[in-house]
């Protein structure tokens, strides 16, 4: 682990007490837990397998001020060479239950978005098939109002509970965080944005409501959906999928191919994809953070001068994975925050 001053024996036992000791693991390699199959190590990766130790485990981090950062699959996450200072909590396996009432399908933060989408199908029910192949986590979706091919979360939410960190009091102390749920219409989506990622919410799960329909016709949009998506994203290569909003009004491959960076590589990255819109890691070529950064910024620089105001969703170096992080200190070193994005892939 790297030398820092936040961690000790008391808070290491203090973790595995509420997350389970073999749930802890120290100097976890980031490139093990991200798509680009890139980053340094995390100094402490935990990976609660219930709610309530993922909670607990929370609520010890800050109240022991401990540098935190959420992950979820790991498909919108860029992490620098230096690693994540601090502590990693990824929401896996164990928190990706799926459950089926009537119309509505609640799953738990950690499950991918194309399994709830699969269970949906499964059951009959219709309104998720454009999102189906998004390769992200119901956290991440939640946090980033994730879409594609013209749909997003807000069409088929109904609401999200969330865990809320409770406030640092006078004498510097916190208590527990507190359990909210809301309705969709009070989380201010927009597009790629939330009020989750704009207060600072952790999303623990998420209720879809859909649709009775036919399974047979569900699952055949659902395929065509996954044949369009891989016809255009560079599975060759580790990535994240689209990397660049697409402005109004405008396409954001079209942008890329305009202004000539179709294919264009800095060191081990490049971009790819049908029209260049995704950035890749080509296997055998070295690459660190810094090429798949300087590859986006050219990217942006030549897009800009096609059309003002292209943007972009946030991905951070040693940060989030697209799930609320109101405990990153970007002030702690190895922990740099940049300007990236990803378009639909939570």
């Known amino acids: ?10 808070l290491l036992c203090a973790l595995a007490g509420v997350a389970g000791e073999d749930n802890v693991l120290m100097s976890e390699p980031m490139r093990e837990h991200t798509t680009f199959k890139i980053g340094g190590p995390a ?14 485990t929370l609520d010890t981090c800050y109240r022991c001020d401990l540098p935190l950062t959420i992950v979820g699959n790991g498909s ?3 992490v620098g060479d230096k690693g ?12 990706s239950d799926i459950t089926v009432d009537g119309t509505h399908v609640t799953a738990a933060a950690g499950a991918l978005l194309s399994d709830v989408a699969a269970a949906a199908a499964e059951a009959g029910l219709t309104g998720m098939e454009p ?8 956290g991440g979706a939640c946090y980033m109002n994730a879409g594609a091919y013209g749909a997003c979360m807000a069409d088929v939410l109904e609401s999200v509970r969330v865990y809320k960190p409770a406030r640092v009091l006078d004498d510097g102390t916190r208590g527990s965080g507190n359990i909210i749920e809301f309705d969709v219409d ?3 989506l927009g597009y790629r944005k939330s009020r989750i990622a704009d207060d600072g919410f952790i999303v623990l799960s998420a209720t879809f409501n859909l649709a009775p329909g036919n399974a047979a016709m569900i699952k055949a949009d659902m395929d065509d959906y996954r044949q369009r998506r891989e016809d255009k ?3 060759d290569m580790p990535s994240a999928g689209s990397t660049f909003k697409r402005p109004e009004g405008y396409f954001a491959g ?7 960076l179709r294919g264009h590589a800095v060191g081990g990255a490049q971009g790819t994809g049908q029209g260049g819109e995704a950035v890749g890691h080509k296997v055998g070529r070295a690459l660190d953070s810094a090429h798949l950064r300087e590859c986006e910024h050219v990217g942006h620089a030549r897009a800009d001068a096609c059309v003002e105001g292209t943007s972009k969703v946030d991905l951070t170096v040693g940060a989030q994975e697209g799930v609320a992080n109101p405990g990153f200190r970007p002030g702690r070193e190895g922990n740099e925050r940049v300007e990236v994005g990803v378009e639909g892939a939570a």
């Open 131 to 138: 999102i189906s192949g998004i390769p992200g986590s119901v």
């Open 186 to 188: 009070e989380l201010n």
């Open 1 to 10: 682990m790297h030398e820092n001053d936040f961690f000790n024996e008391d």
């Open 76 to 78: 919108d996450l860029l």
């Open 254 to 260: 079209k942008l890329i191919m305009d202004a000539g």
């Open 43 to 56: 100094d402490v990766f935990v990976t609660p397998d219930t709610e309530q130790g993922l909670v607990a």
């Open 84 to 95: 994540i200072r601090g502590v990693v909590v990824a929401l896996g396996k164990g928190l």
């Open 233 to 235: 994203q560079p599975l």
